[in-house]
């Protein structure tokens, strides 16, 4: 144990990693023209056990057997191998997240709020089958790009080969490191022994639609990305990203879509960690245009650092509407089930999401 | 490897343990007003892996990825998470089986027959996801309470939070020990070297339905209570368990059901022990009523105490109406395929069940 | 870390290894009658995980959690226990795959091609719930014989009880070792190390149907048999398989299919062994028949024997009628997602299937 259970070999050419963490919440959740205007429930969030390590020294790999909260089905979220081509590139090829958004890149077990905003659900690209490269241009930039079965696919980024409706995906990452360490970009806390930190990251994501798939849920190619920020600072933690998403349809109903997520959090000490957030999105389809605005408000209280947190937070959804998850411009779905929000008040405007969240975290 | 296999940190604050079970049956029906009378075959009933441990000294955590015996599919029957407040109160949240009947609290890998009673099936509460605490009062006095989702989720105990249909749902049991140890209570065998045992316990579940959830599959409210007791005397091994369950519905049908489970067992050494089963369960549904009775007779060859075991039983439904699942009067299906019995004979009086089932079990 | 990764305790009377393996796969499908002429994509054809290993010296187990390629679900592709009765008879219980064709008994790691052949999955009857006996008749032959659920469960093998449609299923398979050592059976490959290995097998496969199941897909009985050999030679490997499958149904329309499957390789060292493949079908149904024709070509690159390898084939589809799966004669579908192919040309004569394929696999 040095951190993670672990096995290895006599000469440390072989090592096997086990740990994982589990998530349970508790939320709350209110709407002003709902019939039954609250729901509420607990909710075992995430349940996961990775399985990581390496073998013959230059090559590693990572299963993940996760937890579908809604149902309690065990899926493979990611299972990716990697090669060390030298010291400063690594190839890997499997299921894991694409390299696009700064919040879906951040481990679930590490976010700042007790879930991903809704903007980071309705622009991210999520999980799917891919091959890529991790490459250390210097000790300050690191890109990772990718080529992929692209963002439509089954709902845990697998597909069946006969309805892989992508001809060609391509996402690429570049991150910046304009001071501190690497280490400080994997979470959003200003820890007391940390030097300051500020990082600067833009990906994009451009996917090529095979016209003539019958599954094919979105005739259309697609181009999205991103710019992005992280700065700790004297306790703070500030993080903005701005998002924009492109479809280029057959039949000239071109969508674009932009967004803008805002983090600011403030370390009390290695315990208390107080937080808010500012989303905004707009999205204007064909004719029409519609804009969401969300704010959050909550309170990290670190027992163990990550290993051992809980999470509160305040969710109030005041401006637009809650296009129901078939018809999302990307693949996620901005105000889901899991997120603690739900579609029954598609017209925001009238009829406010206000989602109050409680979460206990535990890592082994 | 101390009983179970183990990783550990050097200073022993961490420490996860790894086992599981695979539970092999063979079992055979038959009916005699069945067009086909018998079906029979191998079924693997269980097949588990237990990730279990402790983090930072205070804080435990359980996961189990189990099998779905018809399906071959994985869940996660288990996930949860504690934490001591002090040496007697210990704080626990996740998806795990609500406090409530003892044969259902009582492990699957030490249960005196094949499978759990009908009338178990059909009075438990099964898993939900809840926050509870685990209290001992006395060397003598645990207490067990829970707030939950209640009974009504998915199959596996999670549920949709937009489905989620129980307002409240408590849940309270009590174990006393009047003789014995506490690891006594873990199974229904009266091994030779352990002194005799007596244990009475009792508990409750109430649950409120919201009203307005589309999905409620029961708009009613909810009480059931159970008390029960657990002798080990002499080699011989008692338990008796009388349960009640009562739903007030809102058009007045309201129904109101009694079980009774008695369970005997003799150990001639630490290898073979007979048993025998009686079960009696009486439902009253608005005006009609039906009873059910059930007799069970076998035998447990334990070759290494539960770690490997032969089980077979005899199991005869000769009275009352085997309801399908979908209008159980609790959650379980009391006559369902895990039992190796089934639901197309409905009228038992003139369709009696019988079942003989073998299994083999090997703890790892 | 002796090979596998592993606990064990003081006195070695019980051990548990962990180990996997991961196979990531890039396909592309041409067929020249399709409107769109090609499929293509990334798929983890395999993530899984193995918990094996001894208890209290005599008993045996074997866990294995795999994940669905197309999916991404996690199920429990074999959950089997063993017990040696003596030196040369092991019994065995659980759901592991039924002892009878050479290339499915041939773990998924150790495969020559990057997929079994189509004749393979046409005729193969594989996973069931089974109680089984290895036997070491000498020290050149050894039996594996199982009586079974037989070969038409759920996808995974399993089946719910009520829904079990064979009345009974028998396997039988012996083989001979006439040169070399038993583990060379293990894998398709002339390492330069080994000696000349010879290897003979045969089998034959017999199930009842229960014909009042109302489940039931296939309302016949069903005998299949096969007859095999291996050889490496010279840093040759040849394997030979002759395969046979007769359902005998109620309405005489009985069907007979024949095939074979002809595999070769060349090891010009450890690292580089180009093979091909030739497969063979005809299938006689009523007074219909049809035959399939298939050959394949390829390349194995091992950068650490099975640990890391990387292969690389072309499948060409050139005769037959690519029958979809709900219809196929066996259980299995030889031209399926699986394999990289797939049903929309039917015609195979005027619309040859052409699928080209490179995999990389990591076992840990």
Same mark, same amino acid.
């Given at each position: 144990?040095?951190?993670?259970?672990?096995?290895?070999?006599?000469?440390?050419?072989?090592?096997?990693?086990?740990? &994982?963490?589990?998530?349970?919440?508790?939320?709350?959740?209110?709407?002003?023209? $709902?019939?039954?205007?609250?729901?509420?429930?607990?909710?075992?969030? $995430?349940?996961?056990?990775?399985?990581?390590?390496?073998?013959?020294?230059?090559?590693?790999?990572?299963?993940? =057997?996760?937890?579908?909260?809604?149902?309690?089905?065990?899926?493979?979220?990611?299972?990716?191998?990697?090669?060390?081509?030298?010291?400063?590139?690594?190839?890997?090829?499997?299921?894991?997240?694409? !390299?696009? %958004?700064?919040?879906?890149?951040?481990?679930?077990?590490?976010?700042?709020?007790?879930?991903?905003?809704?903007?980071?659900?309705?622009?991210?690209?999520? =999980?799917?089958?891919?091959?890529?490269?991790?490459?250390?241009?210097?000790?300050?930039?690191?890109? +990772?790009?990718?080529?992929?079965?692209?963002?439509?696919?089954?709902?845990?980024?697998?597909?069946?080969?006969?309805?892989?409706?992508?001809?060609?995906?391509?996402?690429?990452?570049?991150?910046?490191?304009?001071?501190?360490?690497?280490?400080?970009?994997?979470?959003?806390?200003?820890?007391?022994?940390?030097?300051?930190?500020?990082?600067?990251?833009?990906?994009?994501?451009?996917? $090529?639609?095979?016209?003539?798939?019958?599954?094919?849920?979105?005739?259309?190619?697609? %181009?999205?990305?991103?710019?992005?920020?992280?700065?700790?600072?004297?306790?703070?933690?500030?993080?903005?990203?701005?998002? &924009?998403?492109?479809? =280029?349809?057959?039949?000239?109903?071109?969508?674009?879509?932009?967004?803008?997520?805002?983090?600011?959090?403030? +370390?009390?000490?290695?315990?208390?960690? !107080?937080?808010?957030?500012?989303?905004?999105?707009?999205?204007?389809?064909? &004719?029409?245009?519609?804009?969401?605005?969300?704010?959050?408000?909550?309170?990290?209280? =670190?027992?163990?650092?990550?290993?051992?947190?809980?999470?509160?937070?305040?969710?109030?959804?005041?401006?637009?509407?809650?296009?129901?998850?078939?018809?999302?411009?990307?693949? &996620?779905?901005?105000?889901?089930?899991?997120?603690? %929000? +739900?579609?029954?008040?598609?017209?925001?405007?009238?009829?406010?999401?206000?989602?109050?969240?409680?979460?206990?975290?535990?890592?082994?």
């Amino acid at each position: 144990h040095d951190g993670n259970f672990f096995l290895r070999s006599a000469d440390d050419s072989f090592r096997m990693n086990l740990s &994982g963490y589990i998530q349970f919440r508790y939320a709350t959740n209110w709407q002003n023209k $709902r019939d039954n205007e609250t729901i509420h429930g607990f909710n075992n969030a $995430r349940a996961k056990l990775y399985i990581t390590g390496y073998a013959m020294d230059d090559f590693g790999y990572k299963l993940c =057997f996760a937890t579908n909260g809604s149902t309690g089905e065990v899926y493979t979220e990611e299972a990716v191998v990697d090669m060390k081509l030298d010291d400063d590139v690594k190839l890997y090829a499997g299921v894991t997240l694409l !390299p696009f %958004l700064r919040e879906d890149l951040m481990a679930s077990s590490t976010l700042l709020a007790v879930e991903r905003a809704c903007v980071t659900k309705g622009f991210g690209v999520g =999980f799917s089958a891919m091959l890529g490269a991790k490459i250390d241009v210097s000790d300050d930039l690191k890109l +990772n790009v990718a080529i992929s079965n692209g963002t439509i696919g089954d709902k845990y980024g697998y597909t069946n080969f006969e309805n892989n409706s992508a001809d060609i995906a391509v996402t690429g990452r570049a991150d910046w490191k304009l001071a501190g360490d690497w280490k400080q970009m994997k979470d959003y806390v200003a820890w007391r022994d940390d030097s300051d930190a500020i990082f600067v990251g833009a990906a994009a994501h451009y996917q $090529r639609t095979d016209r003539d798939t019958t599954s094919m849920a979105f005739p259309m190619d697609f %181009l999205a990305w991103t710019a992005d920020t992280l700065w700790k600072v004297n306790s703070w933690t500030a993080s903005l990203a701005v998002n &924009g998403g492109h479809y =280029f349809t057959d039949e000239n109903t071109d969508t674009n879509a932009y967004g803008t997520l805002l983090q600011l959090a403030y +370390n009390m000490d290695d315990k208390m960690q !107080p937080f808010m957030r500012y989303e905004w999105s707009d999205t204007r389809m064909g &004719g029409s245009s519609d804009t969401n605005q969300v704010v959050s408000a909550g309170l990290n209280y =670190f027992l163990n650092k990550h290993n051992a947190k809980f999470t509160t937070d305040l969710v109030w959804c005041f401006e637009g509407t809650a296009v129901p998850g078939s018809a999302m411009v990307f693949t &996620g779905d901005s105000y889901g089930t899991g997120l603690a %929000l +739900n579609h029954t008040a598609t017209d925001i405007d009238d009829n406010q999401i206000i989602a109050a969240r409680a979460q206990f975290q535990l890592k082994f």
